[in-house]
């Protein structure tokens, strides 16, 4: 029953080495344990800081990249645009080029065939004429075979002579 009930001499012994062992800690380990613990709260309160100045950063960053995204897609687009009106133009200029050499050949063709065909027909009259004055020639020969048809011939081309200068 000794433990139980304190003794007022063990209570004073208990409250006296409390005492020195609170002045030991208050003396030796409360200060390098307060300045550590300071320590370690100003570096985590910096660490802190320093995140939230790098989630700053990051925010900054965000928003210029996408700033600068923004102006890479409309640079694109632009320069997507220019290749596409250079690409009509290109298109539109091998159209009106290829009209116009169409249309040159299409004229000499024409003209070839005009003169090809003026060529055939001043061939067929030259032929016709010969035949004409071939078939003219024979029909002459058998009628002017006999000198009474002659005579009669020259006269009535001189009677229609002396009749178209009246």
Known sequence: MDLVTPDLGLLFWMCLSFGIVVWLLAK??????LSSVKQRESSIEDALNEA???REDMARMAANNESIMQQAREERELLLKDARDIRD???AGAK???KTE???LLSRARTDIQNEK???I???KNQVAELSIMVAERILK??????VAQQGLVDKVMAEAELRKS
Do not use: C, F, G, Q
């Open 142 to 147: 058998d009628k002017l075979d006999v000198s």
């Open 28 to 33: 030796y380990a409360w200060k390098p344990i």
């Open 96 to 98: 009106a080029k290829a």
């Open 89 to 91: 133009k290109e298109i």
């Open 122 to 124: 001043t061939e067929m």
């Open 52 to 54: 939230k100045k790098m």
């Open 102 to 104: 169409a249309d040159a």
């Open 118 to 120: 003026n060529a055939a």
